[in-house]
């Protein structure tokens, strides 16, 4: 017995309101396991497809990020829903939105090479959020004298950021 599409997309949209975290694909396919027959891939993503076309005019969107899909307020609405949470979202500095930019353009890169583009120096603070907030990971070494980490971006920053890949990212021409 095979599940029709509207239980698939039930189940989907279920699964992805009880994910705290973006569901990918082979995520999405292992809820079905041992299911006969279990959903193709074509299936989910026609599952997807109706969600994201039920939901128009609604408060929340399905998202596609780097690591999957998502249910997410819709931007608009973040003003009022914000105002649930009591404590204040976290404020970034200038100098940790700059070494962001600096790793997600040039990446990989090392501390050094983005001292050298900012022209001060890079606070251990700073690198510290980035590999706490899983932002930015070592990527290997840098084959010179004290061997350097190279920097680059991760797929929870682009989560966070709403972007499926850096080719989103405005060029530095439109910046």
Not at 149 to 174: G, I, V, W
């Amino acid at each position: 017995m095979s599940i029709d599409p509207k239980q698939l997309q039930n189940i989907v949209e279920g699964a992805l309101l009880a994910s705290g975290k973006p569901l990918n694909m082979q995520r999405l396919q292992s809820l079905f396991e041992g299911t006969e027959p279990a959903p193709d891939r074509e299936s989910l993503l026609d599952a997807l497809d109706a969600i994201e076309v039920s939901l128009e005019g609604r408060g929340f969107e399905l998202k596609r990020v780097a690591s999957g899909y998502r249910l997410q307020v819709r931007a608009e609405f973040a003003p009022w829903v914000g105002r649930l949470w009591e404590e204040k979202p976290q404020r970034y500095s200038r100098a940790l939105l700059e070494t962001l930019a600096l790793i997600a353009y040039r990446q990989p890169l090392t501390r050094g090479e983005i001292e050298e583009v900012r022209g001060v120096a890079v606070s251990t603070n700073i690198i510290r959020t980035l590999l706490e907030r899983d932002w930015v990971r070592v990527v290997g070494h840098r084959e010179v004298p004290g061997t350097p980490a190279l920097y680059a971006t991760t797929r929870t920053c682009l989560d966070y950021f709403n972007l499926q890949s850096l080719d989103q990212l405005p060029s530095l021409a439109e910046i």
